[in-house]
């Protein structure tokens, strides 16, 4: 466990900004974590779909099931995690931790015969998850400077996902070169995920004082302590989390249309291209013309997705559809942290991310385990198409919502 060092006040760290190739000190490193994080574990979830077709001998249900609940099960630790170092004013423990134990479990993958085994490891490696988001998205936020919001989690999930580039291509060569080679996997990802935990101890924690407006526990009062904006914009991610389909189910595509399972992570790795070209451009955009433009947009293009996805008779098309999904993530993703950030008081940004990010998990839970089931049973296209109605519910519930309280956080 890291010591924790003595830490400055946000006045101190805006005085004298240690910044690292034009970016903060502290959202440069955290780039790095995520992109060894991000190569470690996009490794493996690229190549679960061979996985559980191979060698579980499982189909989209249980897929779907295991990715659902494994997100469903941090929500809790996703609300509280934040809210917790509101309360501690600590953020950098909750992360090392939270990246710990994702990490540590990768090479327990090995021993795994099951559906339940693996659905064991999963749920730790998203509890983790639960543990560190909140937490290292405030050091982001707080460590941004004056309109550098969009363009510090744009480059964060750049970083994200360049790692998600590396990762299925690590697993496409691993899997070619040896197939059922998925110990090989696990193993790697376990070694690189070691270098995503070290780059933690590089990390300055940061401190924000309270006004006594705060909010410690969650609960009602907590929700009513928000502004309206911001509670109407939960409740639109939520009907957008519900109608986005994860990309582990959506991978079994690939299946559909003949092609070999060794070819699955190469289709993420386009995703992830895709993701990493458009996610700075757009968190630039998002501080130029609005979070709330970029946000619609975006999922503007899941929908049109959906459309390519079903319609994909050929590598070529399914190739551009996930291209297409890469540029609904890198629209989507780092605008909607930076959209928290803007609507919510630093004093309560950490039960804010918290609120979110459990409302993130809870759509996906929805989104995977009823995704899968209709996946299986009637179809990936009426899962698509259904998938999709619930996007555009989404529009308008969220258009609703940028009609109430115009007013943003400074």
Not at 137 to 156: A, C, K, L, Q, T
Not at 336 to 365: C, H, L, S
Not at 372 to 380: D, E, F, H, V
């Given at each position: ?16 900004p ?8 502290n ?20 190549a ?23 997100d ?7 609300i509280y ?29 090995m ?25 290292r ?10 309109g550098?919001?969009g ?79 911001f ?40 995703y ?88 993130v998990g809870?759509g996906i ?18 899962a698509?198409?259904?998938a ?6 989404g ?16």
């Amino acid at each position: 466990m890291p010591p924790t060092p003595s830490n400055p006040t946000p006045s101190e760290n805006s005085s004298k900004p240690r910044k690292l190739f034009g970016l903060n000190r502290n959202i440069f490193i955290l780039g790095l974590t995520s992109f060894f994080n991000d190569f470690s574990n996009e490794m493996i979830l690229s190549a679960f779909p061979a996985f559980f077709t191979s060698v579980l001998k499982a189909g989209a249900a249980s897929l779907g099931l295991v990715e659902g609940i494994a997100d469903g099960a941090s929500n809790i630790l996703k609300i509280y995690s934040g809210q917790l170092s509101d309360k501690l004013k600590r953020r950098r423990i909750f992360i090392f931790l939270g990246y710990g134990m994702s990490v540590i479990i990768r090479p327990f993958y090995m021993i795994m015969g099951s559906v339940a085994g693996v659905l064991g490891l999963r749920v730790v490696d998203r509890i983790g998850k639960g543990v560190r988001e909140a937490p290292r998205d405030v050091i982001i936020s707080v460590s941004s400077g004056p309109g550098e919001m969009g363009r510090s989690f744009g480059y964060h999930r750049a970083m994200d996902t360049a790692g998600g580039i590396l990762g299925p291509l690590a697993a496409y060569f691993i899997l070619a070169r040896w197939p059922g080679g998925f110990n090989i996997i696990f193993m790697s990802a376990f070694v690189i995920g070691l270098i995503a935990v070290a780059t933690i101890f590089f990390v300055k924690d940061v401190v924000i004082a309270r006004d006594g407006q705060g909010v410690r526990i969650f609960s009602l009062q907590t929700f009513r302590s928000f502004s309206p904006r911001f509670k109407w914009y939960l409740v639109a991610i939520f009907i957008f989390s519900i109608g986005s389909l994860p990309s582990a189910l959506l991978l079994l595509q690939t299946t559909n249309i003949g092609l070999m399972i060794a070819s699955i992570p190469l289709y993420y790795m386009v995703y992830s291209i895709s993701f990493t070209i458009f996610s700075y451009a757009a968190g630039k955009l998002s501080d130029k013309i609005g979070t709330s433009r970029v946000l619609a947009f975006g999922y503007a293009i899941l929908a049109l997705s959906y459309i390519a996805l079903m319609t994909s008779t050929t590598p070529l098309t399914l190739g551009f559809a996930f291209a297409i999904m890469g540029l609904f993530s890198a629209c989507t993703d780092s605008t909607q942290r930076a959209f928290v950030a803007k609507t919510t008081p630093d004093y309560e940004r950490g039960t804010a991310y918290g609120m979110y990010n459990a409302v993130v998990g809870f759509g996906i839970m929805i989104s995977g385990i009823v995704g899968g089931i209709i996946w299986q049973s009637s179809g990936p296209v009426n899962a698509l198409l259904i998938a999709e109605a619930v996007v555009v519910v989404g529009l308008i519930v969220f258009y609703a919502s940028t009609k109430v309280g115009k007013g943003e956080v400074k």
